[in-house]
């Protein structure tokens, strides 16, 4: 950093460690928050009489479709804290921002600020063989409270706290005693840290303190401008926070209070703080998810590093790397109303619900895109059911990755249609990391025994739950090893890296293959089913053999083996044995009522016979398989979205089935409806081109939102991250080998364009439209050639190379001309 003038420091203090030491600063314990600040129960914070009001002269930009903005500060919510009571909470009103490793949740407080920090591979527990103890799975932990302390700025007016989704960058501004102030934060990828700038318009007008709770309790050294704050978890995870604090202008000092360091200032000009953490986890089995390095050095040199750069520079390498990401998909659904615009987000939230708005539709379906860069960067881990923001040490189930029909998947389904590719890289490569555990574990479970009772000697399958180094919760999710291979198979699909395929997809494709012909069981009349302990998550009952759930899994993995030996054009012999299985195996039925049925055979009578088989779910409406349920999942029509076993073009039959069962469940009305299937029945709506139902779906998830940062719902993000989904299923299609335009366009959007949506066979689509008819259209070839293009009755070939674009008209002519046709 190359400030105006250089900081003034001072002989720094030595480190002390206190473990279980609680400090005025305040700490974040498993059971709650100590805090050495105000309460914040209300709208306002730290005692600050926040005005309601901020005229666009003094803003400039709240107006922008891509902005979240607020008129005060994010306030304390009471959240459960797992099973141990409540804690107070900032997540659900937050703003978010991170760089992958390491996030933070910012309060927007005026005399006292806040943020919550992460460091996304802070986890306790480890590898669990016996997966029922939880204690030994652990959970994802936060990482501690950075707090600014500021003299004299209490009573704010004009206040306005925002979100630039262009930029990823937050902003704060207020007026306090004829002063304008204003913050900036930002986590930047490049340079690893987090930055936060504080400036005014007057000479001299920051004094105050910087102090730091970490999230276990041990206290900050200070150093002249510098807090370091080591620890280690119960686990043996060694890791480390330092704060780098730059002022210009005026001077600052080390201090301790309560023996914990901190750094007063005064009369500064502007102030820089540099944050940055690491810990010693390794995505790597064979060393025990461990580096063997204290990460010491590491956050150093990152320090070292940005510290040297002026901070415009740091700023414009962090915009600069984001936007060679963000912006590659654009979307526009129309104009909202100037009434609309004129909200803040948290007011124009509860409006959208009741009132279509398009431009804060298209805010949702970017911030979801957003928060996967912010949470999900080659390096570090995905995100994990609340992304990678917590600010508890017993977070909402544990921020554990759950694979069945939650969150794992669910927010990763968005990643490649809406361009983010290089975003799926941290679950594609954890789940590499944690297959050879899995492979162990699953040849000595008695639970995963073939169909003759000999123990299984080919192939892995997942637990239902697992954390980031090979720890497992509850049931092996049977099946769950295709739906893993899925995620696989569409990162190549999307991209078209044929040696990608061949290197990592394929083998996995086939070891799996190969665990299914082991253990699929063979009917008298010779179709094959899957048998034993799978069930149609979240919806029993258990033991029922041939559950369709898993059954078009193992379709889906056949059939992208299949087409993988196409493409490679190895295994012939192999391949028309799996091809001759996937023929047998049974395909899911129509029942009783028309529905695709969840199970082998209709269940409308079925009556439970075990403790743990259920009925009547305790948040639904009436029995299984009848057409008064509303379970919130809808997991046997997985063969709709995300896979691709069940269309109207190819099994026009089960197509309707699955549209009436998804009718029947509901659009959100009942008790229990859970925030996240929403991710999922969206996508499905618009595979069956009911572009209505899913935008009445898009509505009504903006009434489920539990905050008003857009983020927090149903005790995760994952709804959030899942809003590109639906997005582009309803807009973009290519899960049927071509490209079909404008497949579910909804009314509410009868004029709009979107650019960079990513198809299967290596593409991107740009695309506009008026009056709900396609105007133009634009495909980018990056690695395919040939391809179909439908929209609506409309069918043709376009021959395009890679590298090559072409523009056709909404009659699909190429310059005038006609493309050959399909």
């Known amino acids: 950093m190359n400030p105006r003038r250089k900081p003034n420091t001072e002989q720094g203090l030595g480190r002390r460690e206190f473990l279980s030491k609680t400090f005025a ?9 100590k805090l050495g600040v105000a309460d914040m129960e209300g709208e306002n914070a730290a005692g600050e ?92 932990q936060t990482l501690g409270d950075l707090f600014i302390n500021l003299s004299g700025q209490h009573q704010a007016r004009s206040y306005r706290r925002s979100l630039d989704l262009n930029r990823a960058l937050s902003e704060l501004r207020y007026s306090a005693n004829g002063i304008n102030y204003q913050r900036e934060y930002f986590a930047s990828y490049p340079d690893g840290v987090i930055v936060i700038r504080l400036t005014a318009n007057r000479p001299g007008s920051y004094s105050g303190s910087i102090s730091f709770g970490d999230g276990h309790g041990r206290l900050a050294d200070v150093n002249r401008n510098r807090l370091t704050i080591p620890g280690s978890l119960e686990n043996g995870m060694r890791y480390e926070t330092q704060i780098l604090v730059l002022n210009e202008g005026g001077s600052q000092k080390p201090s301790v209070e309560d023996l914990n360091g901190r750094i007063d200032f005064s009369n500064c000009d502007s102030l820089t703080i540099l944050v940055a953490a690491a810990t010693d986890y390794a995505m790597n089995a064979g060393t025990f998810f461990r580096t063997n390095e204290d990460p010491h050095a590491e956050v150093t040199a990152r320090l070292a590093k940005a510290s040297g750069q002026a901070y415009d ?44 708005d398009p431009e804060f539709e298209q805010l949702a379906c970017q911030y979801g895109r957003y928060l996967m860069i912010s949470c999900s960067r080659p390096g570090s881990v995905p995100a994990n059911g609340q992304g990678m923001w917590n600010d508890s040490n017993s977070p909402f189930f544990r921020c554990m990755y759950t694979t069945d029909i939650a969150s794992t998947e669910l927010s990763y389904w968005g990643v490649e249609p809406s361009n983010l590719g290089e975003c799926h890289l941290p679950l594609l490569n954890l789940i590499q990391s944690l297959i050879p555990i899995w492979r162990r574990e699953t040849q000595a479970s008695a639970e995963l025994k073939l169909p003759s009772g000999e123990m299984t000697t080919r192939g892995w399958e997942i637990p239902a739950n697992h954390n980031t180094m090979g720890g497992g919760y509850a049931w092996w999710n049977k099946g769950g090893n295709a739906w893993y291979c899925n995620l696989f198979w569409e990162h190549f699909a999307f991209g078209n890296d044929r040696q990608y395929l061949k290197e990592v997809v394929y083998p996995l494709l086939k070891e799996t293959c190969e665990y299914w012909e082991d253990h699929l069981k063979t009917l008298p009349d010779g179709r094959l089913i899957v048998t034993d302990i799978q069930y149609s998550p979240e919806h029993g009952p258990f033991h029922v053999d041939g559950c369709s759930y898993c ?103 089960l197509a309707a089935a699955a549209k009436v069962s998804a009718i029947a469940r509901g659009l959100g009305e009942n008790r229990g409806f859970h925030i996240l299937s929403f991710g999922h029945r969206i996508p499905v709506y618009a595979r069956l081109y009911d572009g209505e139902r899913a935008h009445d779906l898009i509505q009504r998830a903006f009434t489920k939102m539990e905050g008003t940062n857009l983020s927090f719902s149903g005790g995760e993000t994952s709804m959030a991250l899942s809003h590109p989904t639906g997005f582009c299923e309803l807009l973009v299609q290519s899960h049927q080998k071509d490209i079909h335009v404008l497949p579910a366009l909804p009314k509410a959007w009868p004029t709009g364009q979107v650019k960079g949506v990513r198809a299967r066979g290596g593409y991107e689509v740009d695309e506009s439209w008026k009056e709900g008819k396609l105007a133009s259209l634009t495909i980018r070839s990056i690695a395919g050639n040939a391809v179909n293009v439908r929209y609506g009755a409309k069918r043709v070939k376009v021959d395009i190379h890679p590298g090559e674009s072409v523009t056709l008209d909404g009659d699909l002519q190429v310059k005038g001309k006609i493309a050959s046709q399909a």
Not at 25 to 33: D, E, M
Not at 69 to 77: G, H, I, K, M, V
């Open 25 to 33: 600063a305040g700490i974040l314990t498993s059971t709650g928050i």
């Open 551 to 653: 059954q078009e899994l193992v379709w889906d993995v056949f059939t992208n083996y299949l087409d993988a030996c196409d493409i490679l054009n190895v295994d012939r012999d192999y391949q028309k044995k799996i091809a001759g299985m996937r023929e047998k195996l049974l395909k899911p039925g129509v029942g009783s009522w028309g529905q695709l049925l969840e199970w082998m055979k209709d269940m409308t009578g079925h009556v439970s016979t075990e403790p743990h088989e259920f009925e009547i779910d305790a948040f639904d409406n009436g029995p299984i398989d009848t057409p008064q349920n509303r379970h919130r999942h809808c997991s046997h029509l997985l063969g709709v979205f995300p896979l691709r076993q069940i269309s109207y073009e190819q099994t026009p039959e």
């Open 313 to 356: 520079a740091l700023k414009e390498r962090h915009i600069a790397d984001y936007r060679s990401i963000f912006s590659r998909f654009e979307i526009s659904l129309g104009n909202s109303s100037e009434a609309q615009r004129a909200l803040p987000t948290d007011l124009r939230l509860t409006q959208a619900g009741k009132e279509c």
């Open 49 to 140: 009489a926040t005005e309601q009001k901020e005229t666009q002269a003094t803003v400039g930009n709240e107006n922008s479709p891509l902005t979240l903005w607020y008129n005060q500060p994010a306030s304390f919510r009471r959240m459960p804290n797992n099973e141990r009571g409540v804690y107070r909470s900032i997540l659900p009103e937050a703003l978010f921002i991170g760089n992958g490793g390491l996030g933070a949740m910012i309060q927007g407080g005026v005399g006292s600020e806040l943020l919550r920090l992460n460091e996304h591979t802070l986890w306790t527990g480890g590898l669990n063989p016996s997966r029922n103890l939880l204690e030994n799975f652990g959970s994802y």
